[in-house]
């Protein structure tokens, strides 16, 4: 019966010449290089991410070149810094249960796979074969163990991700209290309490185990103790569960766990409404159409077998986070949408809302409600939250950006006035805590600048200029003019940290004076100031000198017009970053997101040649398959949603309602946009030699401009390029909005 369900429900797969979309996605592709990619299993925005973690971990857990030490239920993707989750290890065990070692549990692996939904692995020290699936809320296990009558399962409730984070690293995940109980004849059941990681807030999380069979034998440990009991406990110890079975004869063991933050009762509902039944193939092909749809959201053609590959690659891993925790509110009562580890919004309003905004407007939405509900009952709208508290903020309160972005593009269904309310209070009220909600204003509001009095001090102050624009606009869209006019006044504040000097973005004093000695390559972090002390947040004055979104003709202004801001930003490209001992000096760097706006600058220039010179090379450059393709952190999807706007040839300015033109990657790539609309890109001619744009129809009308209106994409229609070797005149004419244009907007 649960086999004819999940078929039912299964969508009709997509195609592309001849294949599954999931057959292009490489979940391993991030695990190494810094981008911190989890390779296990799970359904999109689902909170369940059953994994393999390993010594010498990650934020992810895993390494590609460590002993595999078991399988946690909960991870968090492409972050960096302090990690989060990792609960309740399972790990396999074949023999003598009194000669077990725990710090000895590691084992090498073998014939290690993974698509979307499903990881598999042998780990040779037990010789045991692992299976891995999902479905929201619950993990699903199958092992194949060797003929043996001593084959056992561990369950350790005290497991979290403990990664090497460096320098001035925050504490470390770690348990304070956790028990566990062994309800035979086939359950065990508990609840770990932890402390620490991005956020340092405790948070308590239960779980329910049931296993396909009957144990043989089971017992408990506390620390390194085992017994023959049903029950253990302890504070900042070890604690888990094991059960033995004969696998003599059937040797395939299933398990399934599911989890909650409420209780370990709610836990057994998830797992027993999610997943009823043993049939492990059945909840795969469930997890695998769910993936097909979603990458089915965007259908490309052409381009080249890589291409295609990192393309749906991206577009899965922009599929993670945040969780959908939605009926596991243990913070407060609520019947909204509830979403959990936006790990940051610092990262992922740039990119990744306004991708989401596009191919996904119901998760968009019911994100958005999650953020408003969080606000109502927090008094702040988050930057970054993880496991009901909220986590460091990097620079402004971006949360701003992300409600912006929605309500320019008209998302409907969430309430616009509560959240105007939450960005007014992020704009005019002082934050007790500015590192983990709302902004630091004092200085902001008088002197019109953030100065190093503060922390981030010149990268918070055009953030939160950036933020102050985007207040605007909600303002303006609620038919606030005078709030709007005020908000629109203070996002002139970038410039109030502007060196014509330097040319760049430069620290200031509380009495006005520039940081001296200054370099406005310099890189932060350096052998002075750690990454939260820093005058920029991982960043140089170049770097943030870039960072006005809403104002690039202000910026061609204050360089001397369209040919210097050329020179300039062609500066900023041509001269690669270098190395001082142990630090970088940063030109551009794509493996940040302060650098993402960059390439798409010269548009507003009237160059956009440039742009499609400077993005295709960052696409072939700095995107790649294989487990080294990422260029750094992903970021809870934040580089590879970069990578599927640029390759379909569009770019957002988040917070705004227009999308830049550049060179697409594929001759054609639908965007499916729900409700029957669909937004088609071709680029006619179009090859890694043939990138440029010689000239453009949109539905049939030539169109010379270098971007489009969202309501252009929105509607539905087509979007025709002409592409060729050489540049053209195309798009130099009419400019995108900014603040700083004659005509205004």
């Not at 989060?84 to 074949?94: D, H, M, Q, R």
């Not at 566990?180 to 956020?199: H, K, L, Q, T």
């Amino acid at each position: 019966m649960l086999a004819l369900v999940l078929c039912q429900a299964a969508p009709a797969f997509n195609q592309t010449n001849g294949r599954r979309l999931i057959d292009y996605a490489d979940p391993f592709v991030g695990t190494e290089n810094g981008g911190n990619i989890v390779p296990g299993a799970q359904v999109p925005f689902g909170f369940v991410h059953v994994s393999p973690d390993t010594e010498r971990p990650t934020t992810a857990g895993y390494n590609s070149y460590e002993n595999v030490r078991g399988f946690s239920q909960t991870h968090v993707s492409g972050t960096g810094g302090a990690s989060k989750y990792g609960n309740f290890l399972t790990t396999p065990y074949v023999g003598d249960i009194g000669k077990l070692r725990f710090d000895a549990l590691g084992s090498p692996k073998a014939e290690e796979s993974a698509s979307p939904g499903y990881y598999t692995v042998r780990l040779t020290r037990p010789d045991v074969k692992a299976e891995l699936t999902a479905t929201r809320l619950v993990a699903f296990h199958r092992y194949t163990f060797p003929a043996s009558p001593l084959s056992h399962l561990l369950i350790d409730v005290s497991s979290v991700v403990q990664p090497e984070t460096g320098r001035n690293a925050f504490k470390n995940p770690h348990p304070v209290d956790c028990w566990v109980r062994v309800v035979a004849p086939n359950r065990i059941e508990g609840s770990g309490n932890f402390v620490g990681g991005w956020n340092q807030s405790p948070y308590t999380i239960h779980f329910s185990a049931e296993f396909s069979r009957p144990f043989a034998s089971f017992g408990t440990w506390r620390d390194e103790r085992i017994e023959p009991l049903t029950v253990a406990a302890a504070s900042e110890a070890k604690v888990g569960a094991y059960a033995t079975f004969d696998t003599t004869d059937d040797r395939t063991i299933m398990m399934k766990v599911g989890v909650s933050f409420i209780s370990p009762e709610k836990a057994r509902e998830n797992l027993l409404s999610e997943t009823p039944g043993w049939d492990f193939d059945a909840v795969r092909r469930r997890a695998e159409a769910l993936w097909e749809e979603a990458l089915g959201k965007i259908n490309v053609e052409g381009g080249t077998e890589e291409q295609r590959r990192v393309f749906y690659t991206a577009l899965f891993h922009s599929h993670y986070m945040p969780h959908d925790l939605s009926g596991e509110n243990a913070w407060w009562e609520s019947n909204e949408p509830h979403y959990e580890d936006f790990y940051a919004i610092w990262d992922t309003f740039r990119t990744h809302f306004p991708l989401l905004t596009l191919i996904q407007p119901e998760r968009q939405r019911d994100m958005l409600r999650s953020l408003v509900d969080t606000y109502v009952h927090t008094g702040w709208m988050p930057d970054s939250r993880i496991a009901g508290a909220n986590g460091m903020t990097q620079g402004g309160s971006n949360g701003d950006v992300v409600v912006a972005d929605a309500v320019v593009k008209g998302v409907k269904g969430f309430d616009y006035a509560k959240a105007y309310e939450a960005l007014v209070k992020n704009a005019e009220v002082e934050s007790a805590r500015p590192l983990y909600e709302g902004r630091a204003l004092e200085e902001y509001k008088r002197l019109g600048y953030v100065s190093m009095n503060y922390p981030r001090s010149a990268s918070r102050t055009v953030e939160y200029a950036y933020d102050d624009f985007c207040v605007a606009e909600v303002a303006r869209a609620l038919g606030k003019t005078a709030d709007a006019e005020k908000y629109l006044q203070r996002s002139k504040n970038w410039a109030n940290v502007w060196s014509d000097e330097t040319r760049s973005a430069r620290p200031r004093t509380g009495d006005g004076r520039w940081l001296a000695p200054f370099v406005a390559s310099h890189f932060y972090p350096d052998r002075d100031f750690s990454y939260w002390d820093a005058p920029f947040y991982e960043g140089s004055g170049l770097i943030y000198g870039t960072y006005v979104p809403h104002d690039a003709r202000g910026l061609i202004n204050r360089l001397g017009g369209d040919d210097g801001f050329v020179a300039w930003l062609d500066a900023f490209f041509d001269n690669p970053p270098t190395r001082e001992p142990g630090f970088r000096q940063g030109l551009y760097n794509h493996n940040n997101e302060p650098n993402f706006l960059a390439p798409f600058l010269y548009i507003h220039a009237g160059l956009p040649e440039r742009t499609q010179e400077r993005v295709r090379h960052i696409l072939a450059t700095e995107y790649t398959t294989g487990r080294a393709g990422l260029p750094g952190n992903d970021d809870s999807g934040a580089m590879s949603s970069w990578y599927v706007w640029a390759a379909v040839g569009l770019y957002p300015n988040a917070g705004q309602p227009f999308y830049y033109i550049c060179s697409p990657l594929f001759e054609r790539s639908t965007i499916d946009l729900g409700s029957g609309r669909v937004f088609v890109i071709e680029a006619q001619n179009v090859s890694a030699s043939n990138l440029y744009v010689q000239s453009a129809t949109l539905d049939g009308r030539a169109l010379e401009r270098a971007w489009l209106k969202h309501e252009e994409v929105a509607q539905g229609g087509r979007l025709v390029l002409r592409m060729g070797a050489a540049p053209s005149a195309w798009g130099r004419g009419e400019r995108p909005p900014s603040m700083s244009s004659p005509d205004k907007k």
